[in-house]
């Protein structure tokens, strides 16, 4: 149900999740979307999806060390998948993953 009420909040598609062990984690979410402390993940997603050309399957929204994160793994449009952390207030991206689609590679690789 609070999943439910984040996507409502935040105008979202993909799976979105507070901390399910910390409730206050999802009133604290919710209370910096209304007070426009954090950008709304429909806006951040935008940015994401045309700057990183892909699409969103998968997003996290979490408080660590006082800050408000998006975390967000993206599929490439080449098939490659890439993990990424952005500051919810402004839209920065802060940490860029990447995962190699290893589609040229022998499955059974010679020993």
Do not use: W
Not at 102 to 108: F, P, S, V
């Amino acid at each position: 149900m609070l999943s439910g009420m984040a996507l409502c909040l935040l105008g979202a598609s993909p799976v979105l999740r507070a901390d399910d062990d910390d409730r206050g984690a999802h009133e604290r979410a919710r209370e910096a979307l209304e007070q426009g402390r954090v950008l709304p993940l429909r806006t951040v997603l935008e940015k994401i999806e045309r700057d990183y050309q892909g699409q969103a399957l998968k997003v996290e929204f979490e408080q660590d060390h006082g800050r408000f994160l998006y975390k967000i793994r993206l599929l490439q449009s080449d098939g490659r998948m890439v993990k990424l952390e952005v500051n919810a207030v402004d839209g920065q991206v802060l940490e860029i993953k990447r995962k190699e689609n290893r589609k040229d590679q022998d499955a059974h690789p010679r020993r």
